[in-house]
């Protein structure tokens, strides 16, 4: 049960609660605890841990389930319960392989040392790894994102957040080191940290352009339950339009995910009509979309009116899937549903409006929008950070990405979802911008700082002046190979020892 409460309690060190220290000091807890326990009893001992994690950490997932799925209260409490627990078997996995692998029997001196310190940090971050790509992935809750407003964050322009769920878990191996009275690793380890955490920004390449670009996000706030139905097209379009028209002396007018809830092929009027209104202004908007190519629905960005330079005789759309973005990392359930053929005769909740898409490729060219160079991630999207390195480039001005959170209500899911988007921005060492049809419709800046910010469940825009930058990260160059390298070998060096105890013990 102490676990369990500790799993719930790193819930405090995510958006919106940020306070960071919980999510270590909770891992430690738990550490300590199962120093005593068998592999058998680690492994449900941290699956306490987990599910406790997620079952609060996640709760916001129940909201759309519940509001939006059609199913009784049971069915979808048991379907969230279910959920929670299949995310808990990777810490618990971890913990198992830990206490499995550093029973060395003939090397107690220095066994407790490779299990704080090597074993159980490399092993928590193999397996957050993994569950951010087993059955399409779900890297919500790494720890690493716990420090998203914390003071490790410059780091994570060197080693990412799954690099930092490693520090977080290396510190917390070296202060159970500590309570077991060996002192030298965790003032070795806290020193390096500081250190480390101090030259972050001065072996920094990212440096300012001195050059600013105007963007205005424009949040509809269309309720969920009317956006799909096609009576409330129309009215949908003229919003964003009478939104967008007073704030057309921005450089780059933003619509969120979807906001033209309809394939290009229906509204292609609309399409010029907006396409000449922007060139007019000098000026472009880039808008969620549905669009149709051989017969494949795909969820997309276009970019309307100017895409080359500021003042053009014309607009650049072509309607053909010429600068655009496919959505490339689709969600389960909402974009695809696995084994549709028996899933979706079962509920409302496996047959939700466009939940058919087609997958785009996992790197595209930048959306040229006004001579700016721009690498978008779609709504889930954002949460895989080596999608979206893979699609920044030394060119790429902005990150943008877009959402439609309204399926989650007031829930912390759309905050958490905020914060993730946060750390890419540290890792990518560009600005972010975010348009949402209900929030939250921020800017941030190269250090993961929201400069602007709208409030939630309003209709608005927000503009704001975006200052560039050049230069890539560390974590750009690197991305998670070098990590995952050093993880996968610690791991290695492990069973290696086990399998000479086992050997030594058969000659004994």
Same mark, same amino acid.
């Given at each position: 049960?102490?676990?369990?409460?500790?799993?719930? +309690? &790193?819930?405090?060190?995510?958006?919106?609660?940020?306070?960071?220290?919980?999510?270590?000091?909770?891992?430690?807890?738990?550490?300590?605890?199962?120093r005593k326990l068998t592999p058998k009893e680690n492994f449900f001992h941290w699956l306490s841990f987990g599910f406790g994690c997620f079952a609060f950490g996640i709760s916001w997932v129940h909201v759309s389930i519940d509001t939006f799925g059609g199913l009784p209260l049971f069915v979808s409490m048991t379907l969230m319960g279910l959920l929670a627990l299949y995310l808990a078997l990777y810490p618990a996995l971890a913990g198992y392989l830990?206490?499995? =692998?550093? @029973?060395? !029997?003939?090397?107690?001196?220095?066994?407790?040392?490779?299990?704080?310190?090597?074993?159980?940090?490399? =092993?928590?971050v193999i397996t957050e790894w993994m569950r951010g790509w087993v059955l399409t992935g779900f890297p919500w809750l790494w720890a690493g994102y716990s420090q998203t407003q914390g003071p490790l964050s410059e780091l994570a322009s060197i080693v990412g957040a799954l690099g930092l769920s490693y520090i977080i878990a290396l510190f917390c191996g070296s202060i159970a080191l500590v309570?077991?009275?060996?002192?030298? +690793?965790?003032?070795?380890?806290?020193?390096? %940290?500081?250190?480390? &955490? #101090?030259?972050?920004?001065?072996?920094?390449? #990212? &440096?300012?352009?001195?050059?600013?670009?105007?963007?205005?996000?424009?949040?509809?706030?269309?309720?969920?339950?009317?956006?799909?139905?096609?009576?409330? =097209?129309?009215?949908? =379009?003229?919003?964003?339009?009478?939104?967008?028209?007073?704030?057309?002396d921005a450089d780059i007018v933003i619509w969120p995910e979807a906001a033209v809830p309809a394939p290009e092929s229906m509204v292609g009027d609309f399409l010029r009509n907006t396409d000449k209104v922007a060139n007019m202004n000098d000026s472009a908007i880039i808008t969620g979309i549905i669009s149709l190519q051989k017969n494949d629905f795909y969820n997309s960005l276009i970019v309307l009116g100017n895409a080359n330079k500021a003042v053009q005789p014309m607009g650049d759309y072509q309607g053909n899937g010429t600068n655009d973005y496919k959505k490339h990392h689709l969600l389960p359930i909402g974009e695809f549903v696995p084994f549709e053929s028996l899933l979706r005769p079962l509920a409302p909740f496996f047959n939700l409006p466009m939940s058919s898409f087609a997958r785009g490729n996992f790197q595209q060219q930048n959306l040229n929008t006004m001579g700016y160079q721009i690498a978008p991630a779609l709504c889930y999207e954002i949460v895989f950070p080596e999608q979206l390195r893979a699609n920044t480039h030394a060119d790429t001005d902005l990150l943008l990405t877009v959402s439609n959170d309204a399926w989650f209500g007031d829930s912390i899911g759309p905050l958490q979802h905020m914060e993730i988007a946060q750390m890419r921005s540290i890792e990518l060492g560009r600005p972010l911008v975010r348009a949402t049809n209900n929030g939250v419709t921020a800017v941030v800046d190269v250090h993961g700082r929201i400069t602007h @910010? #709208?409030?939630?469940?309003?209709?608005?825009?927000?503009?704001?002046?975006?200052?560039?930058?050049?230069?890539?990260?560390?974590?750009?160059?690197?991305? @998670?190979? !070098?990590? %995952?390298? %050093?993880?996968?070998?610690l791991l290695l060096v492990g069973i290696a020892i086990q399998v000479s105890?086992?050997?030594?013990?058969?000659?004994?």
């Open positions: 049960m102490t676990a369990f409460i500790a799993g719930a +309690s &790193t819930t405090l060190a995510f958006a919106p609660y940020s306070i960071w220290a919980f999510y270590p000091a909770a891992m430690l807890f738990v550490l300590w605890q199962s830990t206490a499995k =692998l550093s @029973q060395h !029997p003939r090397f107690k001196h220095w066994h407790c040392y490779f299990q704080y310190l090597g074993l159980f940090p490399a =092993l928590w309570m077991k009275k060996r002192f030298m +690793s965790a003032i070795i380890i806290s020193a390096v %940290l500081l250190a480390s &955490t #101090i030259a972050a920004p001065m072996i920094s390449d #990212i &440096t300012p352009r001195n050059e600013t670009v105007k963007v205005a996000l424009v949040q509809g706030n269309i309720a969920q339950s009317m956006k799909w139905e096609p009576d409330a =097209l129309w009215p949908t =379009l003229l919003k964003y339009m009478d939104l967008s028209r007073p704030n057309f @910010q #709208i409030p939630q469940f309003k209709e608005g825009v927000l503009v704001a002046d975006v200052a560039l930058y050049d230069g890539e990260t560390w974590f750009k160059h690197l991305g @998670q190979t !070098p990590l %995952l390298i %050093l993880c996968w070998l105890i086992w050997k030594q013990s058969k000659t004994d």
